[in-house]
């Protein structure tokens, strides 16, 4: 049933009905993004409701973390694009192989960085000029969740074998599992057992538990013809190459992006804790709205990765377009919804009742929102460079959306045009459309259809 099950996906990617195709991935990997924010979303209202520097805390440490899990975050990627090229050209065994490496990367990895920043976290909390209150809740949650990394792992591990198979209802349903359990903990340990931010931490880590060890189980599992075999764990230096030249460019420009990002929240923490909670609001209520199109983006780096395997181009350009221009559609009506400012004020009063907090989130929101539907663009190609293997070229454009045009426009309205916080909400939705339309430019001018990868018939397992 599994074999004729990944024979159904992989014969509507490469010859069925394209839409039919983008929205059969696109949307469970949606409602998947959708229940994996519902973790942070979940922590941020309670901690909402507990008090601002809980939530001022939370928000300026989350960017240390994604900074780590987007490095690792390379290794599924390329995971991901290697196995579903190696469907596409028909070979089952040098996919299974890649499984089997990608596995056992991301592992050591995880295993490595949760101990390093289990006792590092007090520096890092520390230079980011947090004090007080703010710096001692940071550290505890930091510490606690740095510790989920290798559930994490094995949790993605699984999404991204399943991704490539064009199988993204099980990945869903295993992470609708998770955020049950989440939501269940986090007011049982945070205000029944009055652990406060720990209780948060706590609740994160103790909700993936169950959904990692399923996902093991899974992936282990003989009868699937993609599994892992825990016997034949070894290292493949071919396959390892293929991995570095497709994973390091996004394990680069994700890890610098975030850096980027953590750098915003420091910048963002000179405006006050209540400037911190807001930014941290306005993101994660504006991330909601762009889920649909995260998710279209992975549909497109699964199509387009299979279909160019099976050396179809023009029906990988053809995926492409239709869900560029589906994600632009939706977020422009969305968009222009949230941007109300009605609206956006209801929106983020439920994560906060400071008053200067909402009013702060909901100009956030509004402007992002407004202009939101330029990450139809940016998401949709990232997918399409992604599923090519030309991961070089996403790692330039996820670099220079952060450390060239986000803090050059965050210098520009800062210094020169006096906007205070605003001028952080500005340049968010500037250095986003940018980087949208330098990708644009790059896929009118077929970088992507030249060899990002060449396909070898590895040997071994």
């Not at 299974?96 to 490595?112: D, P, R, S, V, W």
């Not at 239709?322 to 956006?344: H, W, Y």
């Not at 956030?364 to 330029?374: D, G, N, R, V």
């Not at 210098?411 to 605003?422: K, Q, Y």
Request: proline share 3%; with cysteine; net charge positive.
């Amino acid at each position: 049933m599994n074999f004729l099950k990944k024979e159904t996906n992989r014969s509507l990617i490469l010859n069925g009905n394209m839409l039919q195709a983008v929205l059969s991935i696109a949307v469970p990997v949606a409602l998947n993004s959708f229940l994996q924010t519902m973790y942070n979303l979940t922590d941020t209202y309670w901690l909402g409701k507990i008090g601002t520097e809980q939530l001022a805390a939370i928000n300026l440490v989350t960017p240390v973390q994604n900074i780590i899990l987007n490095f690792g975050t390379g290794i599924t990627v390329a995971g991901s694009v290697l196995i579903a090229q190696y469907i596409g050209a028909g070979d089952d065994e040098n996919a299974k192989g890649m499984a089997n490496q990608i596995f056992t990367c991301a592992i050591l990895f995880a295993f490595t960085c949760a101990a390093i920043c289990f006792f590092v976290t007090p520096a890092i909390v520390g230079w980011l000029g947090a004090d007080g209150n703010t710096y001692d809740y940071g550290n505890i949650y930091l510490r606690i969740v740095v510790l989920d990394m290798p559930l994490l792992y094995t949790i993605n591990i699984y999404n991204a074998i399943h991704q490539a198979q064009g199988d993204t209802v099980r990945p869903m349903l295993l992470n609708f599992l998770g955020i049950v359990i989440n939501m269940i903990l986090d007011p049982l340990f945070m205000l029944v057992l009055d652990l406060n931010i720990m209780g948060a931490a706590l609740a994160t880590l103790a909700a993936k538990l169950p959904s990692a060890i399923i996902a093991f189980y899974a992936l282990t599992r003989p009868s699937r013809t993609i599994h892992i075999d825990l016997r034949h764990l070894k290292f493949e230096k071919e396959k390892l190459m293929d991995i570095l030249k497709v994973g390091l460019p996004t394990a680069i420009g994700g890890s610098t992006m975030q850096l980027g990002f953590l750098l915003m929240s420091k910048n963002v923490y000179k405006y006050g804790t209540e400037a911190m909670a807001a930014y941290g609001i306005g993101n994660k209520v504006n991330s909601l709205i762009t889920l649909p199109t995260n998710g279209i983006g992975s549909a497109v780096a699964t199509i387009v990765g299979q279909n160019v395997g099976a050396e179809q181009y023009d029906r990988a350009e053809k995926g492409y377009k239709l869900a560029r221009n589906i994600s632009i559609l939706f977020l422009l009506v969305g968009g222009m919804i949230l941007s109300f400012a009605p609206i956006s004020k209801a929106i983020v009063g439920i994560f906060s009742d400071d008053d200067v907090v909402v009013a702060m989130a909901a100009d956030f929101l509004s402007i992002m929102a407004f202009w939101c539907w330029t990450n139809g663009i940016y998401n949709s190609s990232i997918g399409l460079f992604q599923g090519t293997g030309h991961t070089e070229v996403t790692m330039l454009v996820d670099i220079s959306r952060l450390w060239v045009f986000r803090f050059l426009t965050l210098f520009l309205f800062e210094t020169v045009f006096h906007m205070a916080e605003r001028s952080i909400w500005y340049s968010v939705v500037v250095s986003n459309g940018i980087s949208a339309a330098v990708l644009y430019v790059l896929y009118r001018m077929r970088i992507w259809r030249k060899p990002g990868m060449q396909k070898k018939k590895h040997t071994g397992n």
